[in-house]
């Protein structure tokens, strides 16, 4: 079966498989130990350590080891914070952030310190003076991913951190490691090892020397006395072996895999109507496209690709189990609704792309076709100056199938307020009104319209 | 090489590495997702923690999986203390739990919360009446220990969870998890599956249904909201199979260790003079024995029963890389110099241990040589009534080494004032007058004895 979720997690690579075994054998002992087991440990765990620094352009002695790479973000903002509050309490961050960024900037907030979010542009990407101007005088740390893990958009990392001068930049470089060489100007940079096809329970923290870091949790010696708990040695060699591995092997692949990710770029619209393919046209990742499918269930649309062998991802809001939209989707300003992220790990075979190129289609339009929809748009009815369309209790995509229904029965220039009480229509709306050439108009309560409750969003037909 | 230091670590178990290939395998993907590949990572974590929860005796939604035993301890007992803000913020312990409830119960009250420490006898067990009595009306969280993990004694701890009410009680099985039942009587349960035979990286927090708990770290939709981060399933399911293989096989391989243990305990003594077997005689884990050579360094100690090919760590202030003594022998009031720690895993041959009993005697006598002791007591020479010895300045074992040397020059009754600057020799000199036979008379700044700082130890000689 295709697996074209790679930025979830990578399958593992051979790599791992044999020095994650090997390792079982030979590193299984205690490495905070004297004798000769944990001893035989720790010169793997010191091997492991001097082949991520190398990689990822650090020293060893700036390299430790968490459990995941949440963890690693968790602890790197929270140890930075804490390590540099003469500075202020103020946390910087861009807006498209993995999620693990911004829970903590919320416990941060939460705990009296204050955070900042910087806004994207319409294909995710920061504004490299845009951020820097958004630093305080009580900034003590900015944070920006390397490439956003959505929409595969890479930031201005380097661009950034020459703005930023000498307030910590903590770069999560989750999406990126292994695949493309470390961006300058990190202070402070996080990734996960089963992003790059190491196994799970992997996480890697560099703390350039000199930035100061104070650990958020209970002492332990361990992991230079910034990561608890016993150390996962046979997982850590095995981490390390495929990133050397993959890191050889990226240069070659991404050129591959960048043509194929070309090509789903550019058929989807040409196959599929009322299609829009997000993230940056240039600067982006080489395995990674995103596209969102006008009146399409995310949710549906994931479980017909999985019956027809495509193991897919989306940041559409009807995946996620909160039922919130997608931050990422929503701080560009496009539409949350119907989106799939095709992410492909290294080895995809472009005939089974061809035949996702091919399955794709059918499956929209069979999701499509109970919705009565005409696409592209039918002919127009009778029109008429105003409407009020109530979809109050019903939940995204409807508004905006209900909304695309509808609209013809307005003349040019005419008006119609959607009465919502869908939290996704708040973002969907607006996108959809870029997609189709309309003029979204603002909102407002929906009581103006007679409603109870809810939120009216005006759109005015072009 | 025989490794007798499982209690620090024991080795995979064949089915653990038979599971975490398989899992490797069948498992990589992450169980958040809805894809095949993910339902059916979802399906071997659900299977793992049915099985994890019925060896431990609660139901699967009770548990957790955690990157370490270290994070399972870190996270129930700050989530515990903060869903119970409203019982207070005094955290109960006894004296002797691992370092990972100590460094916990100090980052709680650097935070401003209380935490105290119930003493324990000099078998190292706590008295359930004696914990239930120190509990305070503002205590949130009470923990205990299991099993202590550098003398192997049993904690009574359904006895305490019955005098403890409704104050919720952590229970620290990290030492008896997979060897023994769980106690009765925990709120939360802590436990590691590398101390089992499971892979490294897998921890087990289980917190009973209605037992309040809030998160200490920023928030994350995984484990139940408890435990941020990607999910180990490989790891995960391998600490499962092998709790379940352990488990199994645990009564055989118990009286089977026990009586190893027993003759390790016995022929000590017998073979070596001037040694304290540690720890409770009766109420302790089948398979682990502690015991303390005086006049000899820990550290010294580990490496030649090393070189003599065997693996086994100590709890001597020595070996520790901050040279404080351990907390757990401290608090026993029993020596902590030229401590061993014999721990043994399941398959253990005899015929080892007989070597091993064959060996340490002379790797002692040889570390003993050239202090020129003669032990057993040697004829003592000319008596003084008191005695002052200036052992300033040098580190433990040193100052009971002079201590034995010149006792003999003090007639019975007479006082020796030692006078130390080294932390040990608090603990120390007060277990040595225990083991020979001699009264301790307590401390006196060393400044009265004629010294610039310090402390003297008085001893009376029997």
Known sequence: MPYFDAASTAPPHPVARQALLAALDEGWADPARLHRSGRQARMLLDAARETVAEVLGARADEIVFTASGTQAVQLGILGALRGNRRRGAHLLHSAVEHSAVLHTAERWEADGGAATAVPVDRHGRVDAAEFAAALRPDTALAVLQSANHEVG?????????????????????????????????????????????????????????????????????????????????????????????????????????????????????????????????????????????????????????????????????????TLTPSHVLAAMGVLTEGNVRVSLPPGTAAADVDRFLDVLPRVVAEIRAPLGLDLPAPEPGPRADALVLDTLGKRCPLPIIELAKRIPEVAPGGRIAVLSDDEAARHDIPAWCDMCGHTYAGEAPATEYGADHGTAYVVVKQ
């Open 153 to 321: 958009t890479l930031q201005p990392v380097a661009e950034t951190a020459a703005l930023t001068g000498d307030v910590p930049l903590l770069v999560d470089a989750a999406q990126s490691a292994g695949r493309l060489p470390a961006p300058d100007g990190w202070s402070l940079l996080t990734a996960s090892a089963h992003k790059w096809g190491g196994p799970a329970g992997v996480g890697v923290l560099a703390v350039r020397k000199g930035v100061r870091y104070v650990s958020p949790l209970p002492a332990d010696d361990r992991e230079n006395g910034r990561v608890p708990g016993y150390v996962n040695v046979p997982a850590i060699v095995a981490a390390a072996a495929s990133l050397r591995a993959v890191r050889a092997e990226a240069d070659a692949e991404n050129a591959r895999l960048r043509a194929l990710v070309e090509l789903i770029r550019h058929r989807v619209p040409q196959l599929i109507p009322s299609v829009e393919v997000v993230g940056h046209p240039e600067l982006r990742l080489p395995h990674l496209v995103t596209f969102s499918c006008l009146y399409v269930d995310g949710e549906v649309l994931l479980g017909e690709l999985d019956r027809a062998g495509f193991a897919v991802n989306s940041g559409s809001s009807c995946t996620s189990s």
